[in-house]
């Protein structure tokens, strides 16, 4: 277990509609990415939060928004949801600035029909 | 032509045989060097990590990196079945904000 929580596990849902996955990262991480893992692309980096802050941008659309609240948990934001959003989306966290010991949560499936 | 090619295998190998694993790059500015395990419906999991050029040794594994060549390897010895799985190179350069993931070798370790 790394101690990154992600919810929901799985979620089903139509297209044009909004959904919101969740990240609790590792007790004492400031950092969390959000990433997106499709079996053409792989894993693509989304966007990046540190303290609450926006620190790094990645391949995120703009139907796409994150935010980190003061206790430190992240939300990803997905809205007018199309069939090519389908994918998992992980959350990973690190204890500082840097992500190369970032941790990842069990990730969140996306299905949209 | 992605920034990280990495061959999808997938790669049987008997167990207790050595298994190499390569990724290959073509932006210069990377620096730190990664290798994450994936077992299927899991997150990646952090391996090993390696700054710059060099070799790195943890238990069974080995990560070598050659920046000359832009080329980095992940040597598993003695291969155990509970080792099958998908195997991420990341790469991220010194802003070390994005990693940037190879697609991934599967890896099957057969008793």
């Known amino acids: 277990d790394s101690g990154v929580t992600q919810t929901p596990k799985h979620l089903i849902t139509a297209t044009g509609q909004r959904v919101t996955l969740r990240c609790s990262p590792r007790s004492g991480d400031l950092s969390v990415y959000w990433y997106q893992q499709s079996l053409d692309q792989g894993l693509q980096f989304l966007i990046q939060y540190y303290n609450g802050e926006e620190r790094a941008k990645g391949n995120i659309l703009e139907r796409f928004s994150a935010q980190q609240f003061p206790d430190l948990h992240s939300e990803l934001n997905l809205s007018s949801l199309e069939l090519g959003d389908s994918a998992l989306y992980f959350c990973?966290?690190?204890?500082?600035?840097?992500?190369?010991?970032?941790?990842f949560g069990q990730g969140t499936r996306l299905t949209v029909v | 032509q992605k920034e990280v090619e990495q061959d999808p295998g997938p790669l049987s190998v008997p167990e207790g045989a050595i298994v190499s694993l390569n990724c290959t790059y073509s932006?210069?500015?990377?620096?730190?060097f990664m290798w994450y395990r994936q077992y299927s419906r899991k997150g990646p999991e952090l391996l090993m990590y390696t700054y710059s050029s060099g070799n790195k040794e943890d238990g069974r594994f080995t990560a070598q990196v050659d920046k000359s060549s832009k080329y980095i390897s992940l040597f598993i010895r003695d291969s155990q079945p509970s080792d099958s799985a998908t195997y991420l190179c990341a790469m991220s350069g010194n802003s070390g904000y994005a990693l940037n993931f190879g697609k991934g070798t599967s890896l099957l370790v057969t008793p």
């Open positions: 990973a966290s690190s204890a500082g600035v840097m992500n190369t010991e970032a941790f």
């Open positions: 932006n210069s500015a990377f620096q730190y």
